[in-house]
């Protein structure tokens, strides 16, 4: 069974997606754990009722981001996880974590990559810099994760209209709604049925 593990800082609305495609077939495999750096988060109240492990780890404990990263990692590598999904997550781990998992980590974000996107872009922010810029379209990337913020390989992405009058909070609702539900169950599946190559950072369907 392909063992997906899943971070998440809030709402965990992209890791009910996950969840509903999990339980629905269109993902074969199964969610191990579900951390959060939060321990309030909704995302974890979201795996609790779906009988998933729910851990809280906090970012405070560790003397640094490298023993906070080794300790994620060693929480994942006991599990055997194949794949580890960021949904949401806002902590910034460092190559303790990403070394261990090299192309086995994703990560959802709220724009077209490479634009919106880096440090101090996440959640609400990417789209309030998205109408101050004025730009029509805006959409989300799913993307492999590597040692810096939102550079990895693009795995999928998909185009949201920006409207008149949009509020930071309905483009982050139409964008969920219309992008990110979507591209993240889809990009799992790919992984998990493993349908991409990754060449020269790029990421294509195997021919
Ligand atoms: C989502 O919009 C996700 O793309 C974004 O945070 C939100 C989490 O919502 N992630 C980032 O900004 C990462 N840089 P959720 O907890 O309801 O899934």
């Known amino acids: 069974m392909f063992k997906i593990g899943v971070l998440a800082s ?14 629905s077939g269109v993902i074969k495999g199964e969610i191990v754990s579900v951390l959060s750096n939060n321990k309030s988060a909704y995302a974890l109240e979201r795996a609790r009722v779906n009988g998933i492990e729910a851990v809280n780890i906090g970012r405070k404990q560790f003397s640094g981001i490298s023993e906070y990263s080794k300790a994620l990692a060693s929480h994942f590598l006991e599990r055997e996880t194949d794949l580890i999904v960021l949904a949401g997550f806002m ?27 880096g440090q101090g872009f996440y959640g609400l922010k ?3 810099a998205v109408l ?3 730009v029509k379209v805006t959409g989300a990337t799913v993307h492999f994760v590597d040692e810096n913020a939102d550079t990895g390989p693009i795995i999928l992405q998909k185009a949201v209209d920006v409207k008149d009058y949009d509020t930071p909070e309905i483009l982050q609702k139409r964008v969920m709604e219309e992008a990110e539900w979507k591209i993240l169950p889809e990009a799992i599946r790919l992984i998990s049925q493993n349908e ?3 060449k020269d950072n790029i990421v294509r369907r195997k021919k």
């Open 10 to 23: 809030g709402g965990g609305t992209n890791l009910q997606a996950v969840i509903d495609a999990v339980k």
């Open 91 to 117: 902590v910034i781990l460092g190559e303790d974590f990403i070394k261990p998992f090299r192309n086995k980590i994703i990560n959802i974000h709220p724009s077209l990559i490479p634009s919106f996107c």
């Open 196 to 198: 991409l190559v990754i």
């Open 126 to 128: 990417v789209h309030e």
């Open 132 to 134: 101050k810029s004025g």
